[in-house]
């Protein structure tokens, strides 16, 4: 590959960057990104939330890459921390995408094992953009019954959701890509069940400390892939990584 440079933000449009990036499905599940900010000391959140890494860089990536995928991904923690709402594209986005041939927006997606999840929530308030709802067949069927009524749900796995046949089941809807935005646990079981084809960091200039997670966090350890570094993005000291698998 050739040398790296850190390429400074004046000279580059985050969404142009992005769109222009090869991704390439396979045949059995989509192309999975995942898309994180982390502090100097990898720190992903502050007091609870990742609003406190945030920058007007960071903004700008997050909603570049959210114009990219058939579904953007989150683990029922992230969306119940966050209070995930609707997925927003202006109208240039969806025109960008319906004429890439995909949906105007693209499909939430959540992962929750026990169906935990507030069918009043924010999440669920546009009955024009169902989310999808990927939990077990364990899940208590009160609760799965309820999300049925504001969501389509897609069960994956037993005691947890198994990611792999989650995916190939997004496969057979045909969705290609999949951007994940954390958190941390769900993030380690893709890292587990070598899933990540893609990781986008962003390091916030700034130093925590404290005991906050990082970007996977889970009961196993060890390297579970190498990824090469794809690009270099630097604005206002906030650094964004792109790594991706070797095609
Ligand atoms: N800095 C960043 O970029 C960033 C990004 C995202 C999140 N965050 C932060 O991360 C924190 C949340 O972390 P978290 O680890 O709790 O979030 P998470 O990974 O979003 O959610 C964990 C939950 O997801 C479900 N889950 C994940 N994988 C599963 C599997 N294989 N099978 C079944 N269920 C599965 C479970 O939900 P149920 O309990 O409902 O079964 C589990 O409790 C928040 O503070 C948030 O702000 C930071």
Redesign the pocket.
Known sequence: MDQLFPTFRADLDPVEAVASDVRTALPIRPWIMV????SIDG???VD????G?GSPADKAMFHALRQLPDVIL?????????NYGPVQLDDAAQSRRVARGQQPLPRLA????????DPNAKLFSDPSQRPIV???ST?ATDAVDALRTVADIIVA?N?????HDAFAKLRALNMHTVLC?????????LLVDDLVDEWCQ?IAPILTGGD??R?A?GPTSGVARNLSLARVIVEDNVVLLRYARES
């Open positions: 898309n994180m900010v982390a720190a992903i959140e609870g939330r990742s609003g890494l989150a683990g029922a923690g992230t969306v119940r921390a966050e959540v992962v929750s094992g026990r169906a935990h999840l990927i939990t077990t899940a796995g005691e947890r959701v198994d990611l935005e954390g958190g941390p646990t769900l993030n380690d079981q962003t906050a997670s970007g966090h």
